[in-house]
């Protein structure tokens, strides 16, 4: 067995985050382990422009963003494996992993940090009636075909569900000269970036239909048409609202599921909102020495956040194995996500763990227009911030400062809440 | 060229008779219109191997069921396919209806049924604590099992194959003639074929093939009886551990709850009659009234854990019988029609007597050299890193994961396809291997498999299907890259 003072699973945003920052923070024996035949993760198949505003202060495209990482990895001299799947993650950090070169080998890490990214919900998950033909594909198998593979699935889509992916296929097939019927979103609102559904539905007059689901699909060996119906509050459909389309293309844009397999087998323990890890404000498992950062942490809506908050999960890591992650001494102020917002991460907070600022991300569960932002010590409100408009598909953020926390010995919860005044 | 015997439809019945014959000398050819075996009702039904105390006492259908069960140790072992006896349990949840479970006791005992036992309401908690609080008491089959339906039909297919049955595929029957010499002319979309002996296996549609050589008053009907399933992630593959049934009615069984031999947890069937003989597709109102029902006898069922629904259609006749016997009238035309369910269980036991059966008419001589075992594709994941290591320094593809859901890797996928009566889709090379058969249900994988079958078997991508016929994965190049081929 080979030692590694850092694991990280997954070659994506994240763990390329996650390997500079462990560098930079003086680790020596860092090892990257990714299953595709490059670094870069899913963003090698996102060839649109809009990331890395906040990171870069410029539009880059993903295989972009991703390379001013890949160059930082490639300059520190950070080890990576590639074609590389990892089959196990034990308790005490023993990665099983194979290829082809190198067979099945098992490496014991000083700290893990799990950047595995996340899965698309497939059609089986939503129970769609009606034949099961081919032409349909989650919006990022479609993706990979048309960017990576170059092959186009078909000349008439629609697109169910309106998460970022579909958003931005509703354009790239068009721009390929296929014709994006309509994009249909099970609930009142979108799931994706406004300024996706401007850039990729609006300047291209495709129409969405919030509020619609798929009920039928046709076609017993290739998809002919698929029928479209509106819902009612409880998301049934509607019966007399169904419309028929034509169609040789059915695109899944309907959720993103962290990939926690290995994570589970670990014994992390999960949060059943965000379906993954549980974490504190290390960004540290309920297994010591086990970090977890990026979309496999919880989905996000910008990816310089996910590199944000990996550069966090590799300086923890590396704090982790110089023995200056100081032991919890099992008084952490728990953070509760309610009244709108769904979750936190982190969900604890050690104040003799933590930096002097705390970034702590939520997603809200509804749309809210002119609300407030209110945190709480215990009971009493220490912040209250307007926001003039909040939707699931983004992500929401409020920072804690350890001043503050240490101003409240005894603080046992910290309250995260929408309020409309 | 003539055959000796041509059998209509690659389904698990037409695969069991097409490995019984391939023990004699004979010419056989399987014709099947899908472009691989298992493609009809073999691939899409509950995947259980039925004890048979259901059966009407002194039927063909009770005969072969039993008979069938029995066999299946044997063959899955000769085959190496997986085959678990879990046992199975039908549940009484109303008091009134606890006679009806002595009723199938007896029956089951008629049938020669082993081991049966009627449990009360502790002893059936006992032993699977997720029944529902309604439980009275329940029925306990001990020789029921699980297995995979793809692999059963694949495997005896194949086995045939070895052993020098010809199977044709993408051929459809259009029309049966036979000449003055007793001969049968098959035409197909594919060409005509020849042959002394025919036997009808064509699931769904035997009806149709019966007719074309029955006389004018006997006509049988195949009514397609659609069942709704849902299959449940792995995680949730323990929910039960017996094969739960609720008490039959006249449309059948009802609704299982029951793992898989693969791990999964399987929830089906509905049993709605329909007219389309390629109906299968899934209804809301389907999926809605399977829930409903597998929860009177199964409490929690997670069905958020659902990875993907389907729909099979039982062959189902009028009579609820198997018909399996030379067609009167059409002398050396078997039939092997109307086998709905239990005929994945009895598909050994039918192979069995349509072989003796022909064997008998035709005079047919064992061959010396028959091969009655096969390999499956490897399962790698029994292995010790050790053993995987040297599989992967004898063949790296094996050290290559293509299915991260299931951990299928190249080397399998590539056996898949090289093999006897190898994969050319997608789907054959899912159900050779389970590659896309996981949550994830192919959306990782199925860019890598494609990439494979191109390189494998010359395919251009535009060509590669899902399941053959029209099935084509993707349509043409993108614009750019047309242009940079030019």
Redesign the interface.
Known sequence: MTNYDIVIVGGGPAGLAAAVSARKAGVDKILILERDKELGGILNQCIHNGFGLHTFKEELTGPEYAYRFMEQVFDMKIEYKLNTMVMDISEDRVVTAMSREDGMYQIKAGAVILAMGCRERPRGALNIPGYRPAGIFSAGTAQRLVNIEGYMPGREVVILGSGDIGLIMARRMTLEGAKVKVVAELMPYSGGLKRNIVQCLDDFGIPLKLSHTVVDIEGKEHLTAVTIAAVDNKGKPIPGTEERYTCDTLLLSCGLIPENELSRNAGVEMSPITSGPIVNESLETNIPGVFACGNVLHVHDLVDYVSEEASRAGENAAKFINGQLSESKGDEIEIIATDGARYTVPSTIDVGRMDDKLTVRFRVGAVYKDSYVSVYFDDERVMHNKKRIMAPGEMEQVILLKDKLAEKPGLKKITVKIEAE | MLYDVIIIGAGVSGSAIARELSRYEANVCVLEKCEDVCEGTSKANSAIVHAGFDAAAGSLMAKLNVRGNEMMDDLCRDLDIPFKRNGSMVVCIHKEALDGLKDLYDRGVTNGVKGLKILTREEALEMEPNLSDNVEGALYAPTGGIICPFKLCIAMAENANVNGVDFRFNTQVENITSDENGLWHIRTNNGEYVSRYVVNAAGVHSGEIHNMVSKADDKIEIIPRRGDY??LDKEVGNHVSHTIFPQPTNLGKGVLVSPTVHGNLIVGPTAIDIENK?G?????E??NDLIAKANDHVKNLPMRK?????AGLRAHEARHEFIIGEVDGAPHFIDCAAIESPGLTSSPAIGEMVGNMLKDMMGLSAKANWISTRKDVMNPENLT?EE??EL??KN??Y???IC??E?ISEGEILDAIHRPLGARSLDGVKRRTRAGMG??????C??KT??ILHRELGLP??EI?????????????????KGGNQ
Do not use: D, H, W
């Not at chain 2, 659902?306 to 389907?310: G, K, L, R």
């Not at chain 2, 949550?439 to 990782?444: E, L």
């Open positions: 849902c299959l390629e299968t597709n899934t209804t809301a389907g999926i659902v990875i993907t629904s389907f890193i995987r290591n992967i320094k790296p593809a050290g290559n994961i991260r859901c951990s949550r994830c249900q192919a959306g990782f199925s860019p494609m990439e991508y535009e299907t899902k399941s053959g016929g029209r099935s084509n994965i993707v349509l043409e190049r993108t614009k750019n890259q």
